[in-house]
């Protein structure tokens, strides 16, 4: 994917804790240089940041608010202008609340699509438009979740930002090619929501078809695999211990 003799380089966003921190390590084991983006978690994205250089020299953090247009458009020329320049982006950070028809509100709305859609559009162009200069290969790898497939009437506006995401996945994949791929990840329940108990979180993880939660580790060793396979494009892996055949009538949280 790199130009030769180019180390490659991926930008994971709210990559310093969770699911992020899992995709930058196993992406750094690869032999991926990682850009840690965080927005408000400085020390751990430092702390992933550090132990990812443990496997791939030169690592580094970037801050940026994803709902601000302007620093997401800002968020690719500082990974370029320290790191010289970047193949890929993992579209991982997300904001998750809870809302539903009864409580919606264009605000609840506009804050999910921002930094879920919104900024995930953005930064795969600017990687497209960072490429196509260097005549060289990229790839976009942006996160959804098995909700799309196991519809329930919790979190509203967030549900709605990832099935935005999901046809910005197919479009951008078109529109971006030949130079850059796009494609996704779908998860199923991989760590505790806000909303869960470590008690809730372990009752939940049976609501699947394996009987266990969708390992962090798998769908981090899935990213590498969406990453580093030229004739992936365009399409998604559910990644999620088939949590989406197991029809639920309320959000996981909930269970
Ligand atoms: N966890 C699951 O079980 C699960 C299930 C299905 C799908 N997914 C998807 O997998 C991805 C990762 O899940 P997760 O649970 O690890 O995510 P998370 O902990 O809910 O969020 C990851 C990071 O996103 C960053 N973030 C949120 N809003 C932001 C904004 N406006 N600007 C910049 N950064 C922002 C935060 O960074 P800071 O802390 O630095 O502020 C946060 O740490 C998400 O896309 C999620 O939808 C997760």
């Given at each position: 994917?790199?130009?030769?003799?180019?180390?490659?380089?991926?930008?994971?966003?709210?990559?310093a804790k969770?699911?992020?921190?899992?995709?930058?390590?196993a992406?750094?084991q690869?032999?991926?240089?990682?850009?840690v983006?965080?927005?408000?978690s400085?020390?751990?994205?430092?702390e992933?940041?550090?132990?990812?250089?443990k496997?791939t020299?030169g690592?580094?953090?970037?801050?940026?608010n994803?709902?601000d247009?302007?620093?997401?458009?800002?968020?690719?020329?500082?990974?370029?202008a320290?790191m010289?320049?970047?193949d890929?982006?993992?579209?991982?950070?997300s904001?998750?609340?809870?809302?539903a028809?009864?409580d919606?509100s264009?605000?609840?709305?506009?804050?999910?699509?921002?930094?879920?859609?919104?900024?995930?559009?953005i930064l795969?162009?600017a990687?497209?438009?960072?490429?196509?200069?260097?005549?060289?290969?990229?790839?976009v790898?942006?996160?959804?979740d098995q909700k799309?497939?196991?519809?329930?009437?919790?979190f509203?506006?967030?549900?709605l930002?990832?099935?935005?995401?999901?046809?910005?996945t197919?479009m951008l994949?078109?529109?971006?090619a030949?130079?850059?791929?796009?494609?996704?990840?779908?998860p199923?329940?991989?760590?505790?929501s806000?909303?869960?108990?470590?008690?809730?979180f372990e009752?939940?993880?049976?609501?699947?078809?394996?009987?266990q939660i969708?390992?962090?580790?798998?769908?981090?060793k899935?990213?590498?695999?969406?990453?580093?396979n030229a004739s992936?494009?365009g399409?998604?892996l559910?990644?999620?211990?088939g949590?989406?055949?197991?029809?639920?009538?309320?959000?996981v949280?909930?269970l």
């Amino acid at each position: 994917m790199a130009q030769k003799n180019v180390q490659k380089t991926v930008l994971i966003t709210g990559g310093a804790k969770r699911l992020g921190r899992e995709i930058a390590l196993a992406l750094a084991q690869a032999g991926w240089r990682v850009a840690v983006h965080y927005r408000l978690s400085e020390q751990d994205a430092m702390e992933t940041a550090n132990a990812c250089s443990k496997h791939t020299i030169g690592s580094m953090c970037f801050k940026a608010n994803l709902n601000d247009e302007d620093e997401t458009l800002g968020l690719i020329p500082s990974v370029i202008a320290a790191m010289g320049h970047v193949d890929a982006v993992v579209n991982n950070a997300s904001t998750f609340e809870l809302d539903a028809a009864k409580d919606f509100s264009y605000e609840k709305l506009t804050k999910h699509m921002l930094g879920n859609v919104g900024a995930p559009v953005i930064l795969a162009n600017a990687l497209h438009e960072h490429v196509q200069a260097r005549s060289a290969q990229g790839a976009v790898l942006n996160l959804l979740d098995q909700k799309l497939w196991n519809v329930n009437p919790d979190f509203l506006s967030y549900s709605l930002s990832k099935a935005a995401l999901q046809m910005a996945t197919q479009m951008l994949a078109q529109s971006l090619a030949p130079c850059v791929r796009v494609c996704a990840i779908a998860p199923g329940l991989s760590f505790p929501s806000y909303l869960q108990s470590a008690e809730d979180f372990e009752r939940a993880a049976k609501y699947s078809l394996t009987g266990q939660i969708s390992n962090p580790r798998d769908i981090a060793k899935a990213a590498v695999f969406m990453l580093e396979n030229a004739s992936v494009a365009g399409a998604t892996l559910l990644v999620d211990a088939g949590q989406h055949l197991t029809a639920m009538q309320r959000d996981v949280s909930f269970l």
